[in-house]
């Protein structure tokens, strides 16, 4: 297969891991006969830097045109002024909603070889593997937002809304992912508050009832949903839910592992290229010093490789090889490794080794 792929480093570790993203593709490229072009365009900080914009339009027309993107992450605290006219997060929503990255994939998967690196007992973490589908191009993210001054001060809103199409869509992805897995579905929502939620249960009822019978599925209000993360993670298997409510339960469910430099996510759309990366931020405490975890990064180029290429044979053997790295004993620092940690580009360096070895 010839394919070309977009590299969006952007800032703080994002440079770091994204090379050794590179680096994996590059050995599947060899092992496999393909031929990965790879591009490298600005977005975030760097891009508002450079360009004055976190997303610049050269790098959204390449983006277009890629069968694939890989992104590091954007942000940092140079940029955090909350005057300022734009900020690297600018870029990540607005590439998103030009190539209408509109369903967001996050595995949450405890490996057996990394029990002992979650915060929680292992009688509770061991055997979890949910995946979310966030949706992404709507809720408070997206709706009306305003700051207006009255006679007690400044009044600053924003504004939820879904329609029924786009809750359609995203449960349809879920449901459709369950039936490959254990054919169950669990909806996320605040039904009993939120008008919004009212109207995205009631689609999910009927999407769920109409075009998938075989599929069970079942409601959990959002408040619920955050205690039954922690206190019994392996009642679920697939979880939908908005935008916001999916952001900060991934987030949540990312400590499962032991590790934010663990997982990956994939943005999709129809039609389209996928955007895919790793969910841990840029880190600039530790940006430069070769210590951040790439395994996310890896991960993310195999989902890619799934989902934009249909290589699963590809992408199986990138997941192969990450878990013989880690039951080999290898660590980074933020796994607690008992053995020397090793660096960014050491662990990037087993897992090609992984790879070419199988």
């Given amino acids: 297969m010839d394919a070309r792929i977009v590299l969006l480093p952007g800032d703080g570790i994002g440079p770091e891991v994204i090379a050794e993203g590179r680096k994996t593709l590059e050995a599947i490229a060899g092992r496999f006969g393909h031929q990965f072009v790879f591009e490298s365009h600005p977005i975030g900080g760097c891009a508002i830097d450079e360009f004055g914009t976190a997303l610049p339009n050269s790098t959204v027309a390449a983006c277009r045109t890629a069968q694939g993107i890989l992104l590091g992450a954007v942000g940092g605290p140079k940029w955090d002024d909350p005057t300022a006219k734009t900020r690297p997060e600018a870029g990540l929503l607005g590439i998103r909603k030009a190539l209408g990255l ?6 949450i998967q405890v490996l057996p070889q990394l029990v002992a690196a979650s915060p929680l007992k292992a009688e509770i973490v061991s055997g979890t593997d949910i995946l979310f589908f966030r949706e992404l191009t709507g809720g408070l993210y997206f709706g009306k937002s305003a700051r207006e001054k009255d006679a007690s001060g400044e009044v600053a809103y924003n504004t939820m809304i879904y329609s029924t199409h786009e809750v359609e869509r995203i449960v349809r992805l879920a449901a459709q992912a369950a039936r ?33 019978p075989d ?19 392996t009642k679920f298997d ?22 934010l430099g663990l997982l990956p996510s994939a943005s999709l759309g129809d039609p389209g290229p996928g955007l895919y990366e790793p969910i841990h931020g840029s880190a600039p405490d530790i940006a430069g010093k070769g210590i951040a975890n ?7 180029a195999a989902m890619l490789l799934r989902h934009s290429l249909n290589l699963e044979t590809e992408a199986a053997a990138i997941e ?29 360096d087993l897992v090609v080794a992984a790879l070419r070895a199988a």
Wanted: aromatic residues 6%.
């Fill in 102 to 107: 509109f369903a967001n994939l996050r595995p």
């Fill in 180 to 212: 490959g897995r254990k054919k169950k579905v669990t909806s996320v929502d605040k039904a009993n508050v939120l008008e919004v939620s009212r109207l995205w249960r009631q689609v999910v009822e009927r999407v769920m009832k109409e075009e998938f």
């Fill in 215 to 233: 599929v069970a599925y079942e409601h959990v209000l959002v408040d619920a949903m955050a205690m039954y993360l922690i206190s019994k993670p």
């Fill in 238 to 259: 697939v979880v939908v839910t908005e935008n916001m409510f999916g952001d900060i339960l991934t987030d949540e469910g990312s400590m499962l592992p032991g590790s």
């Fill in 294 to 300: 790439p395994l996310a990064t890896i991960l993310a």
């Fill in 320 to 348: 192969a090889a990450v878990n013989k790295v880690l039951s080999d004993g290898h660590r980074t620092a933020d796994l607690m490794g008992t053995s020397a940690p090793k660096s960014t580009t050491e662990m990037g």
